[in-house]
């Protein structure tokens, strides 16, 4: 009979002693309270993210818009390269486009290649046949005027590069003597 109550205190005490642990274990995950001059141990559980997400992007595009350029496509611009220099894959998106139509009096801006007589449309196209700029809208991302956007343009894997070009049309009674400038705003995202 001793020989069972002390196996039954031996029990109760080792009960005791893993709920303690246990409410120890547990505890470390809440706020608690370290007196002056005593030290405790703190879990800290952390996770790797890219502290550098970078593309680099060309700061200068100049390109022509003319009626008389054959194809659909209206716009002769360069090559535009953009180079991830990041490890992991990465989304550029234009957010905001700023235009300005100053010197094309008149003139107002469009959102597709369907523009009235007095309107300009512009946006930008991927690359499909390498050095060759495209002839077709079909594929256009097309620019918003002044006003936020979410327009994905590039998706790039790490350390990877897309081109683009500039493609547009413009209707029949825009000038074709003047200038306008066109300043997308690019954000660079994880993917």
Same mark, same amino acid.
């Given at each position: 009979?001793?020989?069972?109550?002390? %196996?039954?205190? +031996?029990?109760?005490?080792?009960?005791?002693?893993?709920?303690?642990?246990?409410?120890a274990?547990?505890? !470390?995950?809440?706020?608690?309270?370290?007196?002056?001059?005593?030290?405790?141990?703190?879990?800290?559980?952390?996770?790797?993210?890219?502290?550098?997400?970078?593309?680099?992007?060309?700061?200068?595009v100049?390109f $022509?818009?003319?009626? !008389?350029?054959?194809?659909?496509? &209206?716009?002769?611009?360069?090559?535009i390269?953009?180079?991830? $220099?990041?490890s992991?894959?990465?989304?550029?998106?234009?957010?905001?486009? &700023?235009?300005?139509?100053?010197?094309?009096?008149?003139t107002? /801006?469009?959102?597709?290649?369907?523009?009235?007589s =007095?309107q300009?449309?512009?946006? %930008?196209?991927?690359?499909?046949?390498?050095?060759?700029?495209?002839?077709?809208?079909?594929?256009?991302? /097309?620019?918003?005027? =002044?006003?936020?956007?979410?327009? =994905?343009?590039?998706?790039?894997?790490?350390?990877? !590069? !897309?081109?683009?070009y500039?493609?547009?049309?413009?209707?029949?009674?825009?000038?074709?003597?003047?200038? +306008?400038t066109?300043?997308?705003t %690019?954000?660079?995202? &994880?993917?």
């Amino acid at each position: 009979m001793k020989r069972t109550r002390l %196996f039954s205190l +031996f029990a109760a005490i080792l009960m005791a002693a893993l709920s303690t642990a246990g409410a120890a274990a547990v505890g !470390s995950y809440q706020d608690k309270s370290i007196p002056i001059g005593s030290s405790s141990e703190v879990l800290m559980v952390g996770e790797i993210e890219p502290t550098v997400m970078s593309v680099t992007v060309p700061s200068y595009v100049p390109f $022509h818009i003319s009626r !008389s350029i054959a194809g659909e496509n &209206k716009v002769v611009s360069p090559r535009i390269t953009m180079t991830s $220099h990041s490890s992991v894959p990465v989304r550029v998106d234009v957010v905001y486009t &700023k235009v300005d139509l100053g010197g094309l009096k008149g003139t107002t /801006w469009g959102s597709s290649q369907n523009v009235g007589s =007095n309107q300009v449309a512009i946006g %930008f196209q991927a690359e499909t046949i390498a050095n060759q700029m495209p002839t077709s809208l079909e594929q256009t991302k /097309w620019l918003l005027a =002044n006003t936020d956007q979410s327009l =994905n343009i590039a998706n790039l894997n790490p350390y990877g !590069s !897309s081109v683009l070009y500039v493609t547009g049309t413009l209707g029949a009674a825009v000038p074709e003597d003047s200038s +306008f400038t066109v300043t997308p705003t %690019f954000v660079v995202s &994880k993917a």
